[in-house]
């Protein structure tokens, strides 16, 4: 990647850290999307699945075609980090790189307008609602497979902690089935100090938190994975009353159905019989996620010599993550491969979702050249599409 190009990248990158949406809010991203893409050349449709954008390159005479995708929404976290570039969006943050993802793509969009040696059709993704979960359903019940024909969808994440520019491609299994879950219980109120005609939610719900903690540790195989984590409590008005209700919202992560199911199940039991121990009621709600994010065997090997092309290093051993991405949406209609493309160390609180996080800009000619070689890579050669069986 040329000069020019990186610092143009790194400014467009910037510009979007310093203006970051949420889900479903993002209209001036996506406008900016456009605004740049108009700028390379490169045609465009908007309004895809919400505020998506899908480009649309065509070169030579090949029938064949891949999808390229980025996500574009930021998270209500509130920044912490003393930037020139820092959010102006109180509590609104890109605190998982999206804004560094979606510049990628339109990195990947300049090399491949500009490079004459490929031929066949490449549509570029730009993903709104990655976060809650509802982007790329929402663009996938817009028509995107139909409407841009594809025959195989990559995609990436920036991974903070894997060295800067290493590309990890994983055998199978990428990341978690990610779901949540709410759990109310529904006591008697009263006077703190006469709590004997009460029934207290504070006090069951102080059990159920650390019953919960038992469902991986005693209700999973030890050779399967999953993750059940309370993230919010609430409950309770006044310091002498006990409330009506105290209730928890969590999530768990999987990468098996039948594993998923025994959890919700276990959540629900659980949370039932505490109740009932303390002659009270208990209400849980649960979001699915959708399945879990699983490589397909030719695409995964599509890209990890698509990695070695651009002159990356590639990874082949790094492990599954009990993360989510609605990527895994795409996989359930095309086959494809979601790879990690190292951000650095995750110095300083530098983790993905932390608000001291920071897309590494020197990644960029990483990214943006897996991108290309990916599509390149993917519209070569003699390729086979056999069933592939999943977790």
Not at 26 to 39: G, I, M, P
Not at 275 to 290: K, P
Not at 363 to 381: C, D, H, N, R, Y
Request: net charge negative; charged share 20%; hydrophobic share 40%.
């Amino acid at each position: 990647m040329d000069r020019d190009l990186l610092d143009k990248l790194t400014a467009w990158r910037r510009h979007l850290h310093a203006h970051p949406e949420l889900s479903l809010q993002e209209s001036a991203t996506s406008a900016f999307v456009q605004a740049k893409l108009a700028e390379l050349g490169v045609p465009f449709t908007a309004g895809v699945g919400g505020n998506g954008v899908v480009a649309t390159l065509k070169r030579g005479t090949s029938d064949r075609s891949v999808g390229l995708r980025a996500d574009m929404d930021a998270l209500p976290i509130n920044e912490a980090n003393d930037l020139p570039y820092k959010s102006g969006t109180a509590n609104v943050m890109h605190a998982c790189g999206h804004d560094g993802h979606t510049v990628s793509l339109l990195g990947a969009a300049a090399l491949l307008a500009k490079d004459e040696n490929w031929s066949g059709t490449v549509q570029f993704l730009f993903q709104p609602s990655e976060e809650n979960g509802q982007g790329a359903r929402a663009m996938i019940a817009d028509g995107v497979f139909e409407r841009f024909p594809m025959e195989r969808v990559f995609g990436l994440h920036n991974w903070p902690g894997l060295e800067a520019g290493t590309v990890a491609v994983h055998r199978g299994p990428v990341m978690a089935e990610p779901g949540r879950f709410k759990i109310t219980l529904h006591g008697v109120a009263g006077h703190a100090a006469k709590p004997d005609l009460t029934r207290d939610p504070v006090t069951a719900m102080g059990h159920l938190i650390v019953a919960l903690q038992t469902i991986v540790a005693r209700n999973v195989d030890p050779m399967d994975s999953a993750v059940v984590s309370i993230g919010q409590v609430h409950g309770g008005l006044a310091s002498n009353q006990i409330p009506t209700s105290v209730w928890i919202e969590g999530t768990y992560r999987t990468f098996k159905p039948a594993v998923r199911d025994r959890v919700v199940q276990r959540l629900r039991d659980i949370s039932a019989n505490i109740a009932a121990t303390y002659e009270m009621t208990a209400e849980a709600a649960f979001i699915t996620g959708g399945l879990a994010t699983i490589n397909t065997p030719l695409e995964e090997e599509i890209a990890a010599t698509a990695g070695r092309a651009a002159g990356l290093t590639v990874r082949r051993d790094m492990p599954a993550s009990t993360t989510g991405e609605d990527f895994t949406y795409f996989l359930q209609h095309r086959p494809g491969a979601y790879v990690w493309v190292g951000n650095g160390p995750a110095k300083d609180g530098g983790e993905l979702h932390n608000d001291r996080y920071n897309f590494n800009d020197a990644i960029l000619p990483a990214t943006a050249g897996w991108l290309a070689a990916v599509a390149k890579q993917s519209l070569e050669g003699e390729l086979s599409n056999t069933p592939v069986s999943r977790i």
